[in-house]
């Protein structure tokens, strides 16, 4: 199984910028890609953005040219570098792996417990 926790979530004003990390701790046969989703109030979760085994990344279009993933292999963390922050990025930050477990017959969905980002002045 994978675990993930995230970290780094707090208050920021308008224009300004954090940085989230998702530590993945656990074992699995492959993880094949892992996204950061976020979910504000009254709202459906949506995803933020994704990174592949093999570096491919992906945005939503919200959050194009000011947020960017990246992956640490060394620390086993995959970040989120949010700048430019606008009110509307306020919502609770959740890490997903998409992996296979014991292998490619075995695949597995896991999150973290969310971290709240608010943008308020």
């Known amino acids: 199984q994978v675990q993930l926790v995230e970290s780094g979530g707090g208050l920021v004003q308008p224009g300004g910028s954090l940085r989230l990390s998702c530590a993945i701790s656990g074992s699995a046969f492959r993880i094949n890609a892992v996204g950061w989703y976020r979910q504000a109030p009254g709202k459906q979760r949506e995803v933020v953005a994704t990174i592949t085994s093999g570096g491919s990344t992906n945005y939503a279009d919200s959050v194009k040219g000011r947020f960017t993933i990246s992956r640490d292999n060394a620390k086993n963390t995959v970040n989120l570098q949010m700048n430019s922050l606008k009110p509307e990025d306020t919502a609770v930050y959740y890490c997903?792996?998409?992996?296979?477990?014991?292998?490619?017959?075995?695949?597995?969905?896991?999150w973290g417990q969310g971290t709240q980002v608010t943008v308020s002045s």
């Open positions: 997903n792996a998409f992996y296979y477990s014991s292998g490619f017959h075995d695949p597995k969905v896991s």
